[in-house]
């Protein structure tokens, strides 16, 4: 069982009150409301609290991007990642994940990956995402090719990785006369790649195909084991059985020493008003062509204020009950983890332990309560479930490494 | 089409899609090009012009009731298949009409034939990049906040869309992601188009609601200069959909320039 920890590096210094007028902190709201003297204080106590995370027995670090919004101030996943590289030791550095599509020269994404993975000594998992709707605005890149250009830029990156260079890439989404970085991964045949996502069928379907690990965003337990039904049936007509080492999680899981501080924290889970990408414009954060076409009516009614948004918005005390939020000693979270692991059985677990303002101190307490006492049970509950990672069971990068196929796929790229 | 006037719907193959058109009246040919959001079936504009033109209204490629050509990718593309289709059909110098998006189509197509067309009408066009003020971004809005934009009076708006179903909303979207795909960066306008204008040969008619708020006046001006022959005309009461908030005072202006020597 591979467990990581997570904060969403929120830009928390910021008039709240205003955003909260404003109507919608994702895309629009006035970067003049950033403080950079809070936000290098709050980049560095980020860094601090990852490296902390490791010396508390933390053995993977889960990261993101965003941009344009308070909720997330790491506005480019690689940047942290880099610096880990170099001032941790041991701990996966997993990227959940680059923003394909929002990339206009995927080689050089494989670049700066390529040269994370040499410097962190062969520590990179590399996720990669299609960008929320917001950032497709934010990077002027057009949503109505997102999946295209995700699907072709993952095939360029791969390229990169693995063929020998120099060759050219002529594709629909990115032409290149040249790929020959001079920077490859240190892992072979490539870095493990993790695919994260919340609703979308079509990503679902797009990881099982390749054989790549699903890891369910935050989403609740009877939503989940829906995506493992998908993810599982697809994996059979594709030839092979999808296990754990397919499954990952992400869950809000705040741990403190006591109950009360832990639901006083755990309640800043839902800083933003309990949307999962911040306070987000139903216009903004579903550009047309980036949904899936099946959601086209809901979206759009969703667009001009007449139904309920798709991915929902429910209340804390709703989160708490269908599990999405846990929060707790360790004693009292450990059992509603095991929960979770013999429902949904992933092998893959990322605890999102810190958001909103929690202090600090706060936050290193939740830190060194999960490295110390929750990972290590979750592990020992793994071993008891037979809850094994792509690491322990050297599962295949890609559907093309497998050497257990039952019938060979017909499309699988 | 519209209730009292026959109208001739067809489904054309052009470019490996199926284009909608609906054709009705007789006279001179006039090919109307819609706007950015689509075209409701019914006006009062198009049903006006047939009685003394051979109206010929095509949906776009990908916008309403035509076919998704997934290889287009740029409006230039679109005057093309315009170009093909009146090869196709036969149709010997038509006069264009181009409403909002649908006057950047016409604008193409007039400098790729500079003298295969009668008159040029456009109409609030997008096209060029306005020397004041931006193009309103749909992207950044909703559909209906988008659709009433055009409209300089609400009610106008409200006679011709009515309770905006939601099959109205899912068409409109559809139309936004053709729009994203082939006029998403630079937004809504061509950065060479100007450079070709000055070689089209026939006379234009610029046409501008006093109160759009979709495109700027200063691009109709733009127009007006870069074209050789061009007269500007501002209607009054009008936003961006001039046609369906003015139709009596477009054909009006159209009827005079088109059958004008």
Same mark, same amino acid.
């Given at each position: ?21 404003? /109507? ?108 929320? /709707? ?21 095939? =360029? ?13 002529? @594709? ?101 008003? @309990? ?36 991915? @929902? ?14 929060? /707790? ?20 677990? @990322? ?47 890609? =559907? ?14 | ?41 019914? !006006? ?181 200069? !870069? ?35």
């Amino acid at each position: 069982m591979h467990v990581m920890y997570f904060t969403e590096q929120p830009m928390s210094e910021y008039p709240a009150k205003i955003g909260l007028e404003f /109507g919608a902190t994702a895309l629009m709201f006035s970067n003049k409301y950033f403080d950079p003297v809070a936000g290098s204080r709050l980049y560095n106590e980020y860094l601090e609290q990852y490296i902390y995370a490791e010396e508390m027995g933390v053995e993977g670090f889960m990261l993101n991007e965003h941009h344009n919004a308070p909720f997330c101030m790491q506005a480019k996943c690689n940047i942290f990642a880099s610096i880990l590289a170099a001032v941790t030791k041991k701990a996966k550095i997993v990227l959940l994940g680059n923003p394909l599509p929002l990339a206009e020269n995927p080689v050089r994404l494989a670049e700066e990956l390529a040269m994370i993975d040499m410097i962190s000594k062969g520590r990179l998992v590399s996720g990669f995402v299609r960008g929320g /709707g917001q950032e497709q605005l934010a990077a002027g890149v057009s949503p109505a090719y997102n999946r295209e250009r995700f699907e072709e830029a993952h095939d =360029l990156v791969v390229a990169a990785w693995t063929r020998e260079g120099p060759f050219r890439w002529e @594709g629909t989404h990115y032409q290149h006369r040249v790929v020959n970085p001079w920077a490859v991964p240190l892992q072979k045949p490539y870095p493990r790649v993790w695919i994260p996502g919340v609703l979308s069928k079509e990503t679902i379907v797009w990881a099982a195909k390749q054989r790549y690990p699903y890891i369910a965003l935050n989403t609740s337990i009877e939503a989940t084991k829906q995506i493992w039904k998908l993810y599982d049936q697809v994996a059979l007509e594709t030839g092979y059985t999808a296990g754990p080492e397919n499954r990952g999680y992400l869950q809000q899981v705040h741990v403190s020493d006591s109950e009360e501080k832990a639901e006083k924290n755990a309640r800043q889970f839902l800083w933003m008003q @309990g949307e999962f990408t911040g306070l987000a414009h139903p216009v903004w954060s579903n550009p047309a062509g980036y949904f899936s076409p099946e959601f086209r009516r809901q979206f759009v009614e969703f667009a001009v204020g007449r139904a309920e948004s798709p991915r @929902g918005r429910p209340t804390f005390e709703k989160q708490v009950a269908d599990g999405r939020v846990i929060y /707790g000693t360790p004693d009292t979270v450990i059992p509603k983890l095991r929960r979770v692991l013999e429902e949904t059985r992933p092998s893959i677990y @990322g605890l999102w332990g810190n958001d909103g303002s929690v202090s600090p101190e706060d936050a290193k307490t939740c830190i060194r309560l999960l490295g110390q006492e929750v990972m290590p049970a979750m592990r020992e509950i793994g071993k008891e479930l037979g809850l094994k990672d792509p690491f322990e069971l050297d599962a295949p990068v890609h =559907l093309r490494y497998s050497t257990d196929l039952k019938q060979m796929p017909q499309a699988a790229e | 089409m519209a209730t009292g006037t026959r109208w001739t719907e067809t489904a054309v193959e052009l470019a490996g899609t199926k284009l909608h058109l609906a054709r009705a009246g007789s006279g001179r040919p006039l090919l109307v090009l819609h706007h950015d959001i689509g075209s409701p079936d019914q !006006l009062d504009f198009y049903n006006t012009l047939v009685d003394r033109f051979d109206v010929l209204v095509p949906h776009h490629p990908g916008y309403g009731k035509s076919e998704r050509p997934q290889w287009l990718r740029s409006v230039r593309d679109v005057a093309i298949m315009y170009q093909s289709l009146l090869a196709g059909l036969g149709v010997d110098r038509p006069s264009l009409i181009g409403l909002g998006f649908g006057g950047w189509i016409a604008a193409e197509m007039a400098t790729m034939a500079p003298r295969g067309f009668h008159r040029l009408v456009l109409v609030g066009a997008m096209g060029l990049k306005p020397p004041d003020g931006d193009i309103l971004d749909q992207a950044i809005v909703s559909y209906l906040d988008y659709a009433r934009a055009g409209f300089h009076d609400q009610a106008a708006f409200a006679k011709v869309y009515g309770d905006v179903s939601t099959d109205q909303l899912v068409n409109w979207d559809l139309c936004r992601e053709m729009c994203f795909r082939i006029a998403w960066k630079p937004y809504m306008y061509s950065q060479t188009l100007p450079h070709l204008l000055g070689g089209v040969r026939v006379p234009a008619l610029v046409v501008w609601g006093d109160d759009d708020r979709v495109v700027p006046k200063s691009a109709g001006e733009r127009y007006t200069a !870069l074209l050789p022959e061009a007269r500007f005309e501002i209607v009054r009461d009008a936003g961006h959909c001039v046609e369906m908030e003015q139709p009596a005072e477009l054909v009006r202006l159209v009827n005079g320039f088109i059958e004008g020597n």
